[in-house]
């Protein structure tokens, strides 16, 4: 059984760790957006080429299942994954942590739809005239938030062609954090709001423990819906399983 395994995330690093172990023939593919993907040692890495290359890729490579283990806001892979899937008959799962919307502080937040929505959010809050704005969003959608006059924003690696802007710091700095750490952040650094995407899981979880302790707002940019009709599981365990009931007698 040939299987590939969409990652680029946490989960999706154990989870090849885990297939490796049990013998399965798998190939890792990474997009390779950052350094520390390209460098991560995945067997491939880049685009396939939308859901035609994806496809082909399938049949090409005789790939018998496909994980999707790509982070919550990868919707585009997601969706072409869905789409290649069904077309040549591939069985997938994908592997999604939980989201942060189970927390019992979730109701507290403000949650919205996208990063303009958010931006307008905050903007209407006051937030970023009574102190600095922490964006924990990743590089991609910083523009959305261009507007908002003081910010700090918390990255894994600069954008490319970034630009200073008056009344922003970036901090290019790579989790996790743990809890005392962001206490100490968000109490020097003035952080009057948070923004985070409902990325879930523990390992980004101790900014917003912290930002309750706090009593700081939390602005929640909700997850894109994924594709219907496709197996979901929460945990690595459950794709091993998942897969092996799939494996050929
Ligand atoms: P995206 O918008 O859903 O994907 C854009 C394109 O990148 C896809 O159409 C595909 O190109 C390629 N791609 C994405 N994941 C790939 C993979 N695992 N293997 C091969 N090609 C892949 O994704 P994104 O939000 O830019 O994220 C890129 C990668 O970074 C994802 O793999 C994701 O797991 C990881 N990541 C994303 C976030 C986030 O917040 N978005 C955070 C942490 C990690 P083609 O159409 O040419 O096939």
């Known amino acids: 059984m040939r299987v590939l395994l969409l990652g680029g995330t946490t989960e999706g690093r154990e989870l090849m760790g885990l297939l490796v172990l049990a013998g399965t023939d798998v190939v890792e593919s990474v997009a390779g957006r950052t350094a520390q993907a390209r460098t991560s040692g995945a067997d491939r890495v880049g ?3 939308g859901v035609e290359g994806l496809s082909s890729y399938l049949r090409a490579n005789n790939i018998d299942a496909v994980v999707d283990a790509t982070h919550p806001f990868a919707a585009t892979m997601t969706a072409h994954a869905a789409r290649a899937c069904t077309a040549t008959g591939t069985p997938l799962v994908r592997l999604s942590r939980p989201s942060w919307a189970e927390r ?8 919205v739809p996208d ?3 958010t931006a307008a959010a905050v903007a209407e ?3 970023s005239e009574r102190g600095r704005v922490l964006l924990t969003v990743g590089r991609q959608p910083l523009d959305a938030y261009r507007t908002l006059p003081h910010v700090l924003a918390r990255v894994a690696e600069v954008p490319d062609g970034w630009l200073d802007r008056p009344g922003w710091e970036l901090r290019v700095q790579r989790g996790p954090f743990d809890l005392d750490s962001e206490l100490t952040m968000l109490r020097t650094e003035r952080i009057s709001a948070l923004v985070s ?3 879930g899981g523990r390992a980004a979880a101790a900014k917003l423990d912290a930002a309750a302790r706090l009593g700081i707002a939390v602005f ?3 997850r894109p819906a994924p594709p219907r009709g496709i197996d979901e599981v929460a945990t690595t365990a459950a794709v091993v399983e998942w897969l092996k009931a799939r494996r050929p007698a």
């Open 47 to 49: 685009g396939f080429g």
């Open 104 to 111: 019992s502080d979730a109701g507290g937040w403000t949650w």
């Open 115 to 117: 990063h303009r929505a």
């Open 125 to 127: 809050s006051g937030a």
């Open 197 to 199: 995407k409902d990325s």
């Open 220 to 222: 929640m940019v909700a």
